[in-house]
C-alpha cells in the first residue's frame, strides 16, 4: 500500500487560497487524487493527476480556481486552491490508485487503494 499524509489546510476568508500537501511513500502509485467531503454530503473527486504529470482531471466545481501538481520525483502531490468560496468547506483528502484512470473513472473513490487522513478547510464569507 501507499502511505499518504496530508497537509496545508485550514481557514481562509472567501476569495483567499490555500495549498494542500500530499507526500507518499511505499508502493508505486498511478493517479493520485484529491476528495473531499462535507457534513452530510457524498465524497466527491475534486482533482486527479497521472503520475509524473502528462494526464490531469477537475471537477466542474474547481475548474480554473484549483490546480493539482506534483513534483520530482513525485512523491509529493499539491493543491493549489485559489479564489476559495464557502462551498468549498470540507475534508479534503488524498488518495492514490493503483490503475491507470480516465476521465470516466477519477472520480470514483473506489478506484482509490490508499487514503490520508484528511485535512480540513473552512472558508468563511
Known amino acids: 500500500q501507499v502511505q499518504l499524509v496530508e497537509s496545508g489546510g485550514g481557514s481562509v476568508q472567501g476569495g483567499g487560497s490555500l495549498r494542500l500537501s500530499c507526500t507518499a511513500s511505499?508502493?508505486?502509485?498511478?493517479?493520485m487524487g484529491w476528495f473531499r467531503q462535507a457534513p452530510g454530503k457524498e465524497r466527491e473527486g475534486v482533482a486527479a493527476?497521472?503520475?509524473?504529470?502528462?494526464?490531469?482531471y477537475y471537477a466542474d466545481s474547481v475548474t480554473g480556481r484549483f490546480t493539482i501538481s506534483q513534483d520530482n520525483p513525485e512523491n509529493t502531490v499539491y493543491l493549489q486552491m485559489n479564489n476559495l468560496a464557502p462551498e468549498d468547506t470540507a475534508m479534503y483528502y488524498c488518495?492514490?490508485?493503483?490503475?491507470?484512470?480516465?476521465?470516466?473513472?477519477?472520480?470514483?473513490?473506489?478506484?482509490?487503494?490508499?487514503w490520508g487522513q484528511g485535512t480540513q478547510v473552512t472558508v468563511s464569507s
Open positions: 493527476i497521472y503520475r509524473g504529470g502528462a494526464r490531469t
Open positions: 511505499g508502493y508505486m502509485y498511478w493517479f
Open positions: 488518495a492514490a490508485s493503483l490503475f491507470v484512470l480516465s476521465a470516466d473513472s477519477w472520480s470514483s473513490p473506489e478506484e482509490y487503494t490508499s
